[in-house]
């Protein structure tokens, strides 16, 4: 009985896994299309931001795609505080999220 | 004239020499392997997609956003212990070390 139960929660935390997998999938051509927002700054090497510190904006080519899809929802929500990014965040769904990570991510 | 001339030629190698201290690659390359490497690789390319890379970041984003993590700036249970035990000089050397390192790239 024991086994029984314990075969049942492994076989839902692998469909688990399985279905995160394939929602973390993003359309790489469907992001292209949406980089207009990012390209001012994410697409000039060696751009930096002028205030109110000046630093280097980051390079996210290859960046890993779970993470940028993590970063943009932590902009849009505020929890990752950023003016620009805050406001460009707000108007991504969480599938352009996911389609922008997939292009970005490849090479 | 004279000393106006050594004022600005020992001004000009003070300036010099202070880039030149930036930051130590190797130095920042030991401390990188004690650190960071678990999560983000020791170069920096991350084997776990939940990490970020880091490998060939801008230098000046890799310092400011420790400093977010140190000052607590940026929240994060990891992140924010991680960078309370380095030192300015260890952000640094990490920062140097991690942007010299191929991997990231800009993408149009």
Same mark, same amino acid.
């Given at each position: 009985m024991m086994k029984l139960a314990t075969m049942k929660m492994l076989l839902c935390s692998s469909l688990l896994v399985i279905s995160v997998a394939a929602q973390a999938e993003g359309d790489a051509a469907k992001g292209k299309k949406n980089t207009?927002? !990012?390209?001012? !700054?994410h697409g000039i090497d060696g751009y930096r931001t002028a205030f109110p510190k000046v630093y280097n904006v980051p390079k996210i080519g /290859?960046?890993?795609?779970? #993470? %940028?899809? +993590?970063? %943009? +929802?932590? #902009?849009?929500?505020?929890?990752?505080?950023h003016p620009s990014m805050w406001g460009i965040a707000q108007h991504l769904s969480k599938q352009d999220m996911e389609d922008l990570a997939a #292009? #970005?991510? /490849?090479k | 004239m004279k000393s106006f001339l050594i004022t600005v030629f020992s001004g000009m190698f003070l300036l010099i020499s202070g880039q030149s201290l930036a930051g130590d690659i190797e130095a920042g390359k030991k401390k990188a392997a004690e650190v960071c490497a678990a999560c983000h690789g020791l170069d920096g390319n991350s084997p776990n997609p939940a990490f970020p890379k880091l490998a060939g970041q801008y230098e000046t984003y890799l310092e400011k956003t420790l400093i977010a993590y140190k000052t607590g700036e940026r929240e994060n249970a990891i992140m924010g212990s991680m960078a309370a035990a380095l030192s300015k000089e260890d952000i640094e050397n990490l920062s140097v070390y991690f942007s010299s390192q191929s991997g990231l790239a800009t993408k149009k």
């Open positions: 207009v927002m !990012c390209v001012g !700054c /290859g960046q890993h795609p779970a #993470y %940028l899809v +993590q970063a %943009l +929802q932590a #902009y849009k929500t505020g929890a990752r505080s #292009y #970005y991510a /490849g | -």
